[in-house]
């Protein structure tokens, strides 16, 4: 195998783009590319004792959800918890905890009985315990909110999200947005992955 | 519409510089609404972007102009120019890429602000201040890391202590695991010692310039006889990018370069045998930069292994670091004159350093026939045909079959060779046609009056007054050239006994 001859050319620069639309993008970036479905959720965000818990895999958009209904919220405190880590819960309203599966037993304790409104991204099911603490509960399986046509224009808009000038850019045509729904189910994360590989071969502008 | 729409133009119309350069350029800003604006900052800085995490580099801020009212319709231009950094450089890779950026950004307060980057590249230019041009060590670039706080100290001495008081209350059961585990590891090293003896292996260079001759020295003295597969050196490359944190955390990892030499091929190494070699491989041309940022490395490695079969293989890993030529002071390019193998490496026999062109110019004095003219293989030929013959090999080219052919014309020509002994030992695994070797000697030694190294297959006859001679000593006796070895640079010659 040898290594290839790296040519000093602006990256990307021969699909008309600034990245590699399907990379690693920033939380604020994520945000701001969200396509989800929030606005029946941040209309509840002023009821009291309300919680809403985003539960699926890894990889399936639980942060996006959260990111998402931060950057549309002022005043919202968010925290993501590190594995093997504690952190602290923020002040904010309402309250956003990533992997609140995390959560220590006493903070279970007190941000449930709290009465702030509560988003929550879990892989563990707290239904019965907000129920038990008062709250009104709305559960989201992430995994059944990425139909095909979401997915065109979520990868369409990454795509755009990077693009370097005027002019063409490759796109993702919905049928292989289908198909690569069919292949990865809701794994958004997998079906980025295939498609960082896909542009990285790709030598022209072109639809995928 | 945009509240304000930046361009950036840059002096290099193709946007490249070298590390040090001045980069310079304008910006421009057309205005589309009345707006206020705080101001306009340009900010230079790098960056990673890729499967990865982002990694990032200090961001140096240039104020082009303080608040002021921007008026719909107006066009503003502010020339700017910085010292572009020194490392790292540009690199575009599969899962990394680095970046350096010139991002400007409109300040309007209570708003969302107008903001434009671009790139522009960066070359080898200036030498790190890291670097001081030794080769002995990998230099770790200084980062721009925020000194821990109080609190984080506090909290890193709690863990530490928590970590030994648990160590302490475990030490029961972890102190006889650890015994254990440090047996076996422990037998393993002397199971394979008790084979290849002490290893030496030296890489003078663990910083390398692309396309760079590498040396490589290996010795050492078999305890045993054994058979080895091979003694290769692998040059591994590899993208490794993390995206992600905690369970969430991704590694990707894409293979750059990975090539396998072979420093002495398949064959037997025989106990109290010296190994001592020194090789040179040819490392690859490649613009892949060695790289250490916390999500984002770009990792070259070289490890040596004794292929035994059968049995555990003794292999020493060292990581290197590739770096521009630039940044060296003594780059030791392919083209420096020695000849390379196929397999991209070059055998130099430590005695063999530096005497070429003296041994050369002896046989040339010696006023010697360009060719071998004497086939009687009754009478023996002087030395001197042997050592013309040895000058022809010496000067062909390594590639190609040349010295094959040398050889196959002096072959059957039978040659009064006296040598100076280095060693004599058992013939072990011959593979000639002819009985009478298998149970000779093999002489390891030089063409007595040069610096000529000869390996001597020797008949049984013969074992009498060899294994008498030690090291040294000479031995006068008749044989023909049966081949080259290219590896240790050696005539390979069988014995013809007397009439």
């Known amino acids: 195998m040898s290594v290839p001859q790296l040519t000093y050319s602006l990256p990307y620069a021969h699909l008309n783009l600034r990245r590699n639309p399907f990379g690693e993008f920033s939380a604020d970036e994520q945000a701001a590319l969200a396509l989800v479905d929030i606005d029946p959720i941040i209309a509840r965000m002023n009821e009291p004792g309300y919680a809403v818990q985003f539960v699926g895999e890894k990889g399936y958009g639980k942060t996006t959800h959260l990111l998402a209904i931060r950057s549309r919220l002022s005043g919202a405190g968010y925290v993501h918890i590190p594995e093997g880590e504690r952190a602290p819960v923020p002040l904010g309203c309402p309250l956003l905890i990533d992997e609140a599966q995390r959560l220590t ?26 129920r038990r603490a008062g709250r009104v509960v709305e559960t ?26 005027d002019g063409q850019v ?24 295939h498609l960082y590989t896909a542009f990285q071969n790709l030598s022209e502008v072109t639809e995928l | 519409m945009a509240k304000c729409d930046i361009q950036i133009t840059f002096d290099s119309p193709d946007r490249t510089y070298c590390g040090g350069d001045t980069v310079a350029g304008e910006v421009c800003v057309q205005v589309n609404e009345d707006i206020r604006c705080n101001g306009i900052v340009l900010f230079h800085y790098w960056r990673t972007h890729g499967r990865g995490n982002t990694d990032r580099g200090k961001k140096h801020e240039i104020q082009l102009t303080s608040g002021v009212p921007l008026q719909a319709g107006e066009e503003l231009r502010f020339p700017f120019e910085f010292v572009a950094e020194i490392w790292p450089l540009t690199y575009h890779g599969h899962y990394i890429n680095v970046d350096h950026f010139v991002h400007v950004g409109v300040d309007v307060p209570w708003s969302f602000d107008p903001k434009h980057e671009e790139e522009y590249i960066l070359l080898p230019g200036e030498r790190p201040p890291e670097f001081s041009g030794g080769r002995g060590e990998v230099i770790e670039f200084e980062k721009e890391v925020t000194e821990a706080k109080g609190i984080v100290k506090v909290i890193l001495f709690v863990i530490v202590a928590l970590f030994m008081v648990l160590f302490a209350a ?13 047996g076996i590891y422990w037998a393993w090293k002397k199971m394979i010692a008790s084979r290849v003896g002490e290893v030496k292996l030296k890489m003078p260079h663990l910083v390398v310039g692309p396309g760079e001759d590498w040396p490589v020295e290996l010795s ?27 369970t969430n955390s991704t590694t990707h990892r894409h293979t750059l370069h990975e090539e396998t030499h072979t420093l002495h091929p398949a064959g037997a190494m025989l106990a109290g045998e010296e190994f001592s070699e020194q090789f040179t491989v040819s ?38 670091q590739v770096v521009p030529l630039e940044f060296l002071d003594d780059p030791a390019h392919s083209g420096s004159g020695r000849s390379q193998s196929a397999s991209g490496h070059t055998s130099v026999p430590p005695a063999a350093v530096g005497t070429a062109s003296r041994a050369e110019s002896e046989f040339r004095e010696a006023d010697l026939p ?51 002994i280095d060693r004599v030992s058992t013939t072990f695994g011959f593979s000639g046609d002819d009985d009478a070797f298998e149970n000779g000697r093999t002489v390891i030694g030089r063409i007595a009056g040069s610096d000529q190294k000869v390996q001597l297959f020797a008949w049984e006859s013969s074992n009498d007054s060899l294994d008498y001679l030690s090291r040294g000593e000479t031995w006068q006796t008749r044989a023909t050239v049966r081949s080259w070895d290219s590896l240790y640079d050696r005539l390979v010659m069988h014995e013809v006994p007397f009439d």
């Open chain 2, 283 to 320: 490392f690859p041309e490649t613009d892949a930069w060695s790289i250490a940022e916390s999500d984002n490395k770009v990792t070259w490695s070289a490890q040596v292994r004794i292929d035994i079969p059968r049995f555990p293989d003794w292999t020493q890993k060292a990581e290197l």
């Open chain 2, 220 to 246: 050492f003295t078999p305890k045993k006889t054994f058979p080895v597969n091979g003694i290769t050196v692998k040059v591994f490359a590899q993208e490794t990018a993390t995206s992600g944190s905690g």
């Open chain 1, 140 to 165: 989201i399986e992430v995994e059944q909110r990425t139909d095909t046509e979401r997915l065109h224009q979520l990868l369409n808009a990454r795509i755009e999200w990077v693009r370097r000038c």
């Open chain 1, 170 to 193: 490759p796109s993702i045509t919905i049928t292989t947005a289908d198909s690569l729904r069919q292949q990865y189910a809701a794994n958004i994360r997998g079906i980025l992955h």
């Open chain 1, 105 to 130: 037993q006493w903070q279970q304790f007190q941000v449930f009985r709290s009465n702030t409104p509560l988003v929550l991204g879990t892989h563990r099911d707290f239904q019965q315990k907000l």
């Open chain 2, 370 to 420: 360009g060719t071998v003219a004497n086939n009687d293989a009754g009478a023996g030929e002087s030395l001197a045909p042997l050592l013309a013959v040895v000058a022809e090999i010496d000067q062909a080219g390594r590639f190609g079959n040349e010295r094959s052919e040398i050889v196959a014309a002096a072959d059957g020509h039978t040659y009064d060779v006296v040598i100076q």
């Open chain 2, 170 to 182: 475990f030490s029961v059961v972890l102190i006889p695991l650890l015994l254990v585990g440090g």
